[in-house]
């Protein structure tokens, strides 16, 4: 429950990698699951296509009633990683989760040939958006 006055804030992260990075992605996870739905060229403009469930998560809140008109607040940042920083989380990832250990090991193994080719690390850019509303009665 959320009391009148408080601050309602759901939020999601976006990253943004680096395009050389994602095509050796992309094109590791279309080899290791050929027919895969999985699409990961929109990560290119994370923010864009993230932008629709942002409005969303908007809509929601209208729908539900009872706040004020929602902002979205975006916050920048990024941090840096190294091939081993970068791989080690990598398998974490939805689409990877889900295929064989032996494919995965493929797709990392491409991966950090990629980054290799950059130099060894990248920077990631991230921006952290919450749609605020304040909770106008209590029902």
Known sequence: MLRPGGLLAPFNHVFQAPPEVIDALDQACRRAAPGSPVNLQPLKQALDTFQATFDKIADGIRTAGGFSEPEQ??????RAYTRDEWLDQLPTHGHLSLLPLDKIATVLQQVGAAIDA??????????????????????
């Not at 607040?73 to 990024?78: G, K, L």
């Not at 950059?118 to 029902?139: D, E, K, L, N």
């Open 73 to 78: 607040r975006r916050f920048d940042w990024e």
């Open 118 to 139: 950059i130099g060894g690390s990248f920077t990631m850019t991230y921006s952290t958006i919450a749609v605020t509303a304040v909770r106008t009665t209590s029902t």
